[in-house]
Every structure is written in C-alpha cells, then in structure tokens.
C-alpha cells in the first residue's frame, strides 16, 4: 500500500494506491474517486459488528457504517477527503504504537488496525456530548483529519500541556489526561462550559489549529445532512 497526501494542508486529500487483494476501511462519505478495479463494500456497525453498533450510538450515526475498499488488481487506487476544509495526518502505528483520537477525526484505517471505543480519566464523552474517545492500534496505518492544519506538541514528565479541548485530534497511548473545566472568556461566549484537558507523561499531542465550534457558531461551512440548517455539525469535524 502507498499513499499521497495532497492539496495541504488547507484541503487536503489521501490517494493511496494498493496492491492485489489488499483493502483499507475509511468512514462514510469520504471517497471522492476510485479506480474500476478498486471494489467497495458498506459495513454496517463499524468494525466491531453488532456491538460496535451498539457503542457508536452514543456518538454518531455516521460512526455506524464504514466503507470498506478492495483492490480487486494491483494499482487500484481510491482518494479520499474529510467533509470540512483542514490537512491529513498519517500515523504508521507499528511505530508510534497504540493511539487515541476524537470521534469523526478518523478518516481511514489499514486492514491491520483496531478501532475500538477507549474510555479517558472522566468517561467516554467530550464536552460537546457528542464525541467520543477512540483507540486506533495495530501494525497498518491510520489516517486522521483536522480543521485546519495539524501540530504537535511533545509532552514530558516535568513538561505536562494544557490544550484546549475543541483543538484535539489525538494522542500517544499512556499519557495522563485530566480534564478541567475552563472558565474563560470563549466558553462564556459560546454560552456553557468549556473544558481543557492537561496531559502529563512521556508522548505527543496532535492539534488542530482551528476551532471546529467557533467555526459552527459563525455559521461557517458546508452543510450537513441531519442539521438541515446549512450549518456543519461539531462531529462532522472532529
């Protein structure tokens, strides 16, 4: 399998070219082309069948199905791109290890790798009540999606980051994640509590530059299906 990143990091887009027989899942609604030979199968309840159903209902409905793709020859290829303008990350997970990201910011993921619902110091859920913490692990490779371009940031043991919460995208498997709530002036404007989450240890961050909620509230973007109001819906970008 290989794969290409391009139009960065404002719009971009994955291309990824596989050989005979190899496939690759990636969340609903994210190709833009494929190949002839590039075979394509819905799944419905996500990786895990019936139970990944189950936990994805208190996420999102669009965590319900995943597409599935085949080559049927080798150089298949198939492009996909996230729903909102922002870059792609790609993590080889035999070398970064276990991951965890937000719900919606996983746009693909390698045959060899687990997506499973992970839990975090305070629950599963985020602030937003909508979005949910997940664990990628495996050998293959994850692809993942910001609202803007992507950083990252190193944290240490007498070097702990305290990030903003709407900024996450993901993080090393082992870090201490204790969420706080945020008095400040953005989450007063946004008319409820906004949290940040202080990760200690030995890992990395990865970080959004844009506010995928400041944007909605603004009135930004395209649109989506269920809100019916022109307007993106928080899940949509994270």
């Known amino acids: 399998m290989e794969f290409d990143i391009r ?7 994955l291309q990824v070219t596989m050989e005979r027989g190899e496939s690759m899942k990636a969340k609903t609604g994210a190709m833009v082309s494929r190949s ?33 793709f085949t080559a049927r020859e080798s150089g298949a290829r198939v492009v996909l791109a996230p729903d909102h303008p922002g ?29 499973s619902s992970a839990m975090n110091e305070a ?17 293959g490779m994850a692809f993942l999606s910001a609202y803007g371009s992507v950083y990252e940031v190193d944290v240490s043991p007498g070097d702990p980051a305290i990030v903003d919460e709407d900024h996450l995208v993901a993080w090393t498997d082992g870090l201490n994640l204790d969420r706080q709530k945020d008095g400040g002036v953005k989450s007063a404007m946004l ?48």
């Open 87 to 115: 870059d792609i990350v790609a993590f080889d997970l035999a070398e970064t290890g276990r991951i965890k990201s937000q719900s919606g910011s996983t746009l693909a993921w390698g045959a060899n790798v687990n997506k």
């Open 36 to 68: 002839e030979t590039m075979d394509t199968e819905a799944n419905v309840g996500g990786d895990g069948g019936l139970g990944g159903m189950v936990k994805s209902a208190v996420s999102s409905s669009k965590d319900l199905v995943t597409n599935e």
């Open 191 to 238: 008319g409820g509590e906004g949290y940040v989450s202080k990760f200690s240890g030995d890992g990395r961050v990865w970080l959004q530059t844009r506010d995928p909620i400041v944007f909605q509230n603004m009135g930004g973007g395209g649109g989506d299906e269920e809100s019916g109001d022109g307007s993106p819906s928080v899940s949509d970008f994270l």
């Open 7 to 13: 139009k960065r990091p404002s719009n971009a887009i």
């Open 123 to 139: 629950g599963n859920l985020f602030s937003s009540g909508q979005l949910k913490v997940l664990a990628l692990d495996g050998t």
